[in-house]
């Protein structure tokens, strides 16, 4: 039973362009999402968080966006920049179960000069 | 701070023996997370502890799967036998439990079983 869910696991963009990454989860209980990038051989680095108290959260060219109604969240990167090209996992957690992650299969993002 | 370090980054061993991936945590972190990255499932979450007790365990796949953390700075994830359908990349994380203090991962043991 998937709790987060990817559904796109590639998605190409143009350089300078908007990157639009997709996330959906089933717990009601998740009260804290955030995104990691993970580049090859490398472990997942934080990128951004939103706490479920809030319906966006910007930091710099990356901004996240919840819908708690729909159980949706989505990461903008504007604009996007070839170095942005990884691997990007959603994840959720509900820290009364002692902040353990609960991560999507991931969505490859390719950015093209 | 030297990050979470795990050992070996690779690993290929045959179908049957026995496998111990290691980690060391930051320092100071109280929970530690075993993961595994399969093309399937993405990351799925082991194992974790908080203060060196397993807290939940219901994500390792079977009895062949065994997880120890002796003392704050060190924990290891044991496969015997391996099987290939263990083949995966295994990550440790450690953090320190609240909300802004997400979870840092090491780069990663990737193991091939033959």
């Known amino acids: 039973d998937q709790q987060v869910k990817q559904n796109s696991p590639s998605l190409s963009v143009q350089e300078g362009r908007i990157s639009i990454l997709n996330c959906d989860y089933t717990n009601s209980m998740f009260d804290y999402f955030l995104w990691y990038k993970k580049y090859p051989a490398e472990g997942p680095t934080f990128l951004i968080s939103?706490?479920?108290?809030?319906d966006k959260n910007e930091d710099g060219r990356f901004t996240v966006f919840l819908n708690k109604s729909a159980k949706h969240l989505s990461l903008h990167i504007v604009p996007s920049q070839p170095g942005d090209s990884a691997v990007y996992f959603c994840?959720?957690?509900?820290?009364?179960?002692?902040?353990?992650?609960?991560f999507g299969q991931g969505t490859e993002l390719s950015v093209k000069p | 701070d030297a990050g979470v370090i795990q050992s070996p980054r690779h690993e290929v061993t045959e179908m049957g023996q026995e496998v111990t991936l290691r980690c060391k945590p930051i320092?100071?972190?109280?929970?530690l997370f075993w993961y595994r990255q399969t093309m399937m499932r993405g990351l799925e979450l082991l194992i974790y502890f908080n203060n060196n007790v397993p807290i939940d365990d219901s994500g390792m796949p079977e009895d062949r799967f065994s997880a120890k953390m002796p003392n704050a700075s060190f924990s290891t994830l044991k496969i015997q036998p391996s099987e290939p359908r263990d083949s995966a990349v295994y990550f440790c994380?450690?953090?320190?439990?609240?909300?802004?203090?997400?979870?840092?991962f090491g780069n990663g043991t990737r193991l091939t079983v033959t």
């Open positions: 320092s100071g972190h109280d929970y």
């Open positions: 994380a450690s953090s320190s439990g609240t909300e802004d203090s997400p979870l840092h």
């Open positions: 994840a959720a957690t509900d820290y009364n179960q002692g902040g353990k992650l609960i």
């Open positions: 939103i706490s479920s108290i809030k």
